[in-house]
């Protein structure tokens, strides 16, 4: 099993910058592709960045390519979202999750192959 436990939300206009961190327990992250993914009311969840285990690989959405960044500490079983130029589009519960995936350098992009999840950070960006 692995807890993880989002934090770094909150409310910013637009513009700002946020960095939301993903603190996770139970077993090391290191063998672990992780993700972050967002919600907006109404809306489906979708995945907004991801990275394979070493950090090596990366994805981004579209919508936020060039904007934010994902990252990872593995000594410190931490993953990042930096999140720059923030819109108001991006107002959302961000979620981040995990997949055991120890070899290669595969990330995952669909919610459904992800293993475990985080409850979320509300990120409120005011226009």
């Known amino acids: 099993q692995v807890q993880l436990v989002e934090s770094g939300g909150g409310l910013v206009q637009t513009g700002g910058s946020l960095r939301l961190s993903c603190a996770a327990s139970?077993?090391?992250?290191?063998?672990?592709?992780m993700g972050w993914f967002r919600q907006a009311p109404g809306k489906e969840r979708e995945i907004v960045a991801a990275?394979?285990?070493?950090?090596?690989?990366?994805y981004y959405a579209d919508s936020v390519k060039g904007r934010f960044t994902i990252s990872r500490d593995n000594a410190k079983n931490t993953v990042y979202l930096q999140k720059n130029s923030l819109k108001h589009e991006d107002t959302a519960v961000y979620y981040c999750?995990?997949?055991?995936?120890?070899?290669?350098?595969?990330?995952?992009?669909?919610?459904?192959?992800?293993?475990?999840w985080g409850q979320g950070t509300q990120v409120t960006v005011s226009s």
């Open positions: 999750a995990t997949k055991y995936s120890p070899l290669g350098g595969k990330y995952y992009r669909i919610v459904v192959e992800y293993d475990y």
């Open positions: 139970g077993r090391t992250i290191r063998n672990y592709a």
């Open positions: 990275i394979n285990w070493s950090g090596g690989n990366t």
